[in-house]
């Protein structure tokens, strides 16, 4: 069986109040050819498949009609998964309609471990060919009982156990329905959240990253064959071990991943083992940083523009000369070109070394810097940062995983 693994779609993200639908849709139409020209059976999404709770009605009309193309597909099966982006009631709402076409969501977590342990049956529906552990992005509340007075080692401790907790019964149940249906089949986990070692890349708030729960490889049991793992937007293997990744996401987040290539993960899963390669994912919109004195900078553009090629920039002058007139050379440089610069800072040495700092651009601040940048200007004592990091990165974490569809 020949599986396909994707992750953190973001469908509806916008880059610096640009919207992105025709990447969106670019990826989408690419990844229904993916399938028929890798010859998948199985496709996985391992949650954030929305990049909010509320998706736009473009966003949902991409989502439908990839899933009405993939449907009509030699695909067997759609296993999806929800993310923290994404709102639990919305992807759960047509699940037993989408079921009748071979499309298993789990939106969430419930209380019965059983609804996350998906039997996928061979075309003619009479023999069973894989079991999925399907298990959503796990909220605080699904693995963790709150207590007064705890400290922020207790919460880190019942987090990481919590999950464990979790994906150990599930297995478990995995395990039993295999040995019940009588069949040598091989069993694949999902999972949407950290892991020790993994590198993150834009998109992912970095504040909570480092004070919220990471899991170790113990975390998933030996029994599984595959672990398909969304959150982290770089693809990666992790703690060494191949059959533990990180699909990644199929287009660049931020400007931070630029020069990332992109891919899906496919899986074969035989009797003799399992193997893994990666397909890399077309660039369907160039992004590019470019930082420099002004003479790199201008050289750089020049080369962009005369390739023609329509591409966002990230411009940053961190030359000796001050250039007065630094916004006017960059759009006369773009002017009539397919060149468009959506970033602009002028670091030049001048300005770095003068004692006002250069004003800040709030819109290209991240909800942890200008936190950061609030208690510093309070002078918070240094003593009392790790606990605030870790209080505003639970805000955050619990306003990521609201879900305003819920009553």
């Known amino acids: 069986m020949r599986l396909i693994h994707t992750a953190d779609w973001h469908i509806g993200r916008m880059l610096h109040d640009k919207q992105r639908y025709d990447e969106f849709e670019a990826f989408l139409v690419w990844m229904a050819d993916a399938i028929e020209s ?37 695909l067997r099966h759609i ?43 061979d075309k003619q529906r009479s023999q069973p060919e894989l079991i999925v552990c399907a298990v959503p992005y796990l909220r605080d ?28 019964e599930v297995t478990q149940l995995a ?75 199929p287009i660049p987040m931020g400007f931070g991943e630029a020069g990332q290539e992109k891919s899906i993960c496919v899986v074969d899963l035989q009797k003799g083992g399992t193997s893994f390669e990666r397909h890399p994912i077309p660039v369907f919109r160039r992004l590019e940083q470019i930082r420099g004195d002004w003479p790199t900078i201008e050289a750089r553009l020049c080369e962009l523009s005369a390739t023609g090629e329509a591409a966002w920039l990230d411009v940053t002058h961190e030359g000796a000369e001050v250039l007065g007139n630094f916004v006017e050379r960059l759009e006369q440089l773009t002017k009539d070109t397919q060149l468009e610069v959506l970033s602009k800072k002028d670091n030049s040495r001048l300005l770095r070394n003068s004692p006002a700092p250069p004003p800040i ?11 950061e940048l609030c208690w510093s200007k309070s002078q918070v004592p240094i003593e009392q940062w790790p606990e605030l990091k870790q209080c505003f990165a639970e805000v955050s974490q619990q306003h990521d995983e609201h879900d305003p569809r819920a009553t």
């Open 38 to 74: 890798l010859q998948a059976d199985v496709l996985i999404v391992a949650g954030d498949i929305f990049d909010t709770a509320t998706p736009s009605n473009r966003a949902q009309q991409l989502y439908y009609d990839f899933l009405k193309a993939a449907g009509q597909s030699r």
């Open 175 to 249: 395990v039993e329905r295999r040995l019940a249906l009588k069949a040598d089949i091989p069993i694949v986990a999902t999972g949407h959240l950290y892991t020790n070692s993994g590198k993150v890349g834009d998109g992912v708030r970095s504040l909570y990253v480092g004070t919220l729960a990471h899991v170790d490889a113990g975390v998933f049991p030996s029994e599984l064959d595959y672990v398909a793992l969304g959150h982290l937007h770089v693809p990666q293997s992790v703690f060494g071990q191949e059959r533990i990744r990180y699909s990644g996401s």
């Open 141 to 168: 509340r699904d693995i963790r009982t709150a207590e007064a007075g705890e400290s922020i080692e207790d919460k880190e401790l019942k987090l990481v156990e919590g999950t464990r907790k979790h994906y150990r």
């Open 79 to 121: 296993v999806i998964v929800g993310g923290n982006h994404d709102s639990p009631t919305f992807l759960d709402a047509p699940r037993e309609l989408l079921k009748v076409f071979d499309i298993h969501v789990v939106g969430q977590a419930t209380e019965n471990l059983a609804d996350e342990v998906l039997v996928l049956y």
């Open 361 to 371: 651009d709030l819109k290209e601040q991240t909800p942890e810097q200008l936190f």
